[in-house]
């Protein structure tokens, strides 16, 4: 009960969230009928229901059906405000937004459509809310490297809004190494580089990541902690750790809360933050997160306070912001 005092009355920073993923069977349902696009659900409950996953690949197939319904501005910005306004309530300061334009630009929305909806929710979620933001811009790795060039080149008008890359989607089959060109592109435009690796890949994907892609932080990173040698390499550069208590959950990438690997990260002196990912689908945003983890692992306050506080220092802010947060 007092963690859940402390927890809630925590500033928190939010690195790992894709705003995809925040959408709750209750805005897919108005978005569908609102643009008359089909689902294969007749009722809010039947969409939970079938929120039940065996593995990453299981997720991302009802991922990808559930972003069909968003095709218009509005429902960008309809989507991102909900997110901000969910967050607004545990205490979230600042969000790094995940976005996935190949997911809407493989439907014939255009990457214009997606990006405006998504920032004018993100300035008004400032304006109104005081939650400030980066926007993050993932590849999907199950598509090839030409692709994520042409995603690339449509970002080029928004660079004022788009402060870093990411590579997400189906990770085992799709190492690192495929997106070496279009990651060294994305650097030399003045993009920070960041890589889901490890999640369901091995520590060789996460070894990629870094010497190939050069990612200055790791998403996921579970599987890092397989290898001695990568996690005191991983302490030794200051890499943030974005990891997902109840996304593991659900995907089973952990079979119990207690087997997440924040507690290993910690001792081993990793800045590991916690983050909802997909909270939409994974049943829970930050706080409930926090929650789950604080009671697994049976935190204490100190160790509570370095998971906030590891989120504003990963956090892609400039230091005198920074500094007033900690
Ligand atoms: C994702 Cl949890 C996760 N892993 C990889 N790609 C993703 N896209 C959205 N959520
Ligand atoms: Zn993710």
New binding site residues.
């Given amino acids: 009960a007092d963690r859940r005092a402390l927890i809630e009355a925590l500033p928190k920073a939010e690195l790992h969230l ?1 705003i995809e ?1 925040s959408l709750e069977p209750e805005l897919l349902f108005e978005l569908a009928q609102r643009n008359q696009v089909e689902i294969p659900f007749d009722s809010v409950e039947a969409v939970r229901a079938a929120y039940d996953f065996s593995n ?1 690949q299981d ?2 197939d009802i ?1 990808y059906q559930g972003m069909s319904v968003l095709l218009h501005e509005q429902d960008f910005y309809d989507l991102t405000m909900a997110y901000l306004k969910r967050v607004h309530q545990d205490g979230v300061v600042h969000v790094e937004i995940f976005f ?1 334009p190949q997911g809407h630009t493989e439907r014939g929305v255009a990457f214009d459509t997606v990006i405006k909806g998504i920032t004018r929710a993100l300035d008004d979620g400032e304006e109104q809310l005081g939650i400030t933001h980066r926007l993050i811009m993932c590849f999907l790795r199950h598509l090839d490297e030409e692709a994520a060039f042409e995603t690339l080149e449509q970002a080029k008008p928004w660079l004022n809004r788009i402060h870093g890359v990411g590579l ?2 189906s ?1 085992v089959g799709h190492p690192p190494s495929k997106f070496e060109k279009v990651f060294a592109k994305a650097r030399a435009m003045g993009l920070f580089p960041t890589a ?1 690796a490890g ?1 369901e890949g091995p520590p060789e994907y996460v070894h990629e990541a870094l010497d190939l892609l050069q990612v200055r932080r790791i998403d996921h990173g579970n599987r890092a902690l397989e290898d001695a040698a990568l996690t005191q390499r991983i302490a030794d550069e200051g890499l943030t750790l974005t990891v ?1 208590p109840l ?1 593991n959950l659900k ?1 089973c990438v952990i079979d119990r809360i207690e087997d997440s690997p924040v507690r290993k990260m910690l001792d081993a002196g990793l800045r590991a933050t916690i983050n909802s ?2 909270p939409a689908y994974f049943g829970g945003y930050v706080n409930d997160n926090f929650q789950a983890i604080a009671d697994a692992l049976d935190l204490d306050r100190e160790e509570i306070l370095t998971l906030a506080r590891n989120g504003f220092e990963g956090a892609l802010i400039d230091a005198d912001v920074r500094q007033r947060h900690l």
Avoid: W
């Fill in positions: 894709h993923g990453l997720f991302l991922y996935d997400d989607s990770e889901h999640e997902c996304s995907l990912d997909d």
